[in-house]
């Protein structure tokens, strides 16, 4: 190992890990499913992909029947080396799923994927009501102030470069240091501009490499110090299959092995393609637990 781990965050309450959505309380004494939908013609696992307004209302459907306690909406690709769209085309996407998203299942939490400010505020006057931003506010300078007067939940993500750069930038000294750092400075930045409910992810993926990626999965329960939900987001990605040698599509069998490690690990909140494969291991490891 490089470098010396300072693992320790403070806070008031660490066992005190909820969110407030749609006017009720979401605890985490058992972990949850956020399901993924993309408004995009070019996410990296075809399969999630939706083609209109009715398809995203019948995947939707399907992800609440299949357990997901969360729905998590973005038309911008972050997939390595994706390009770059205007913000118009982005909110040309997203927002008539937001609102017949939000208007037909009012029942289930509707998180954006954005890291563009005027794409939040848009989508939360649609209906939204949670921001999901890969870059925590680093790649739009007015988010994090935009969500505070939102009064939205916000997953903070770590990540860097942009997705057309990020993973020639995967140089660490220590990974679980360096993002647990970047973490709890963005955590207590939300804190100081009243941002309450705030999720923190790891941003698997996102500018690390393979051995990174199951560092940070190893040392998982580190990120839970800081009291604030932990979100992963491992599902079908390039630490599978790449690894693997197969491809995305055939990646469900080792993505449920790794959820079990982080659940195991302390994750609170899984976002994922297959929301029964999921569910079944939330089940079976709550089954483990109570053994």
């Given at each position: 190992?490089?470098?010396?781990?300072?693992?320790?965050?403070?806070?008031s309450d660490k066992?005190?890990?909820?969110?407030?959505?749609?006017?009720?309380?979401?605890?985490?004494?058992?972990?949850?499913?956020?399901?993924?939908?993309?408004?995009?013609?070019?996410?990296?696992?075809?399969?999630?992909?939706?083609?209109?307004?009715?398809?995203?209302?019948?995947q939707a459907?399907?992800?609440?029947?299949?357990?997901?306690?969360?729905?998590?909406?973005?038309?911008?690709?972050?997939?390595?080396?994706?390009?770059?769209?205007?913000?118009?085309?982005?909110?040309?996407?997203?927002?008539?799923?937001?609102?017949?998203?939000?208007?037909?299942?009012?029942?289930?939490?509707?998180?954006?994927?954005?890291?563009?400010?005027?794409?939040?505020?848009?989508?939360?006057?649609?209906?939204?009501?949670?921001?999901?931003?890969?870059?925590?506010?680093?790649?739009?300078?007015?988010?994090?102030?935009?969500?505070?007067?939102?009064?939205?939940?916000?997953?903070?993500?770590?990540?860097?470069?942009?997705?057309?750069?990020?993973?020639?930038?995967?140089?660490?000294?220590?990974?679980?240091?360096?993002?647990?750092?970047?973490?709890?400075?963005?955590?207590?930045?939300?804190?100081?501009?009243?941002?309450?409910?705030?999720?923190?992810?790891?941003?698997?993926?996102?500018?690390?490499?393979?051995?990174?990626?199951?560092?940070?999965?190893?040392?998982?329960?580190?990120?839970?110090?800081?009291?604030?939900?932990?979100?992963?987001?491992?599902?079908?990605?390039?630490?599978?299959?790449?690894?693997?040698?197969?491809?995305?599509?055939?990646?469900?069998?080792?993505?449920?092995?790794?959820?079990?490690?982080?659940?195991?690990?302390?994750?609170?909140?899984?976002?994922?393609?297959?929301?029964?494969?999921?569910?079944?291991?939330?089940?079976?490891?709550?089954?483990?637990?109570?053994?």
């Open positions: 190992m490089q470098g010396k781990m300072n693992l320790t965050l403070n806070s066992n005190a890990r909820s969110l407030r959505l749609r006017g009720k309380l979401m605890d985490f004494s058992r972990p949850r499913i956020m399901a993924i939908l993309n408004a995009t013609p070019d996410s990296f696992y075809r399969a999630s992909r939706v083609k209109d307004v009715d398809d995203a209302l019948r459907e399907k992800h609440i029947r299949e357990g997901a306690d969360i729905l998590d909406l973005g038309a911008y690709s972050s997939r390595p080396g994706a390009q770059d769209i205007p913000v118009e085309e982005e909110l040309r996407r997203l927002l008539p799923l937001v609102e017949k998203i939000s208007a037909d299942f009012p029942d289930t939490p509707l998180s954006i994927d954005t890291f563009r400010a005027v794409v939040a505020s848009e989508a939360a006057g649609a209906g939204a009501d949670m921001i999901n931003d890969i870059s925590a506010g680093d790649d739009d300078e007015e988010m994090l102030e935009q969500v505070a007067g939102l009064k939205l939940p916000y997953v903070a993500m770590h990540k860097k470069g942009s997705p057309l750069t990020m993973q020639s930038q995967a140089h660490y000294g220590e990974v679980v240091t360096e993002v647990l750092d970047y973490l709890h400075h963005k955590l207590s930045r939300c804190r100081a501009l009243g941002i309450q409910d705030v999720v923190i992810d790891p941003g698997f993926g996102f500018g690390k490499n393979s051995a990174h990626n199951y560092r940070l999965l190893k040392h998982l329960s580190v990120f839970r110090e800081s009291g604030a939900p932990l979100l992963i987001g491992v599902s079908r990605k390039g630490m599978i299959w790449k690894n693997l040698e197969i491809d995305p599509a055939e990646s469900l069998n080792g993505t449920t092995a790794l959820h079990m490690l982080a659940l195991q690990n302390g994750a609170d909140i899984l976002r994922v393609h297959d929301v029964r494969e999921a569910a079944e291991a939330i089940r079976l490891y709550g089954l483990y637990r109570e053994a």
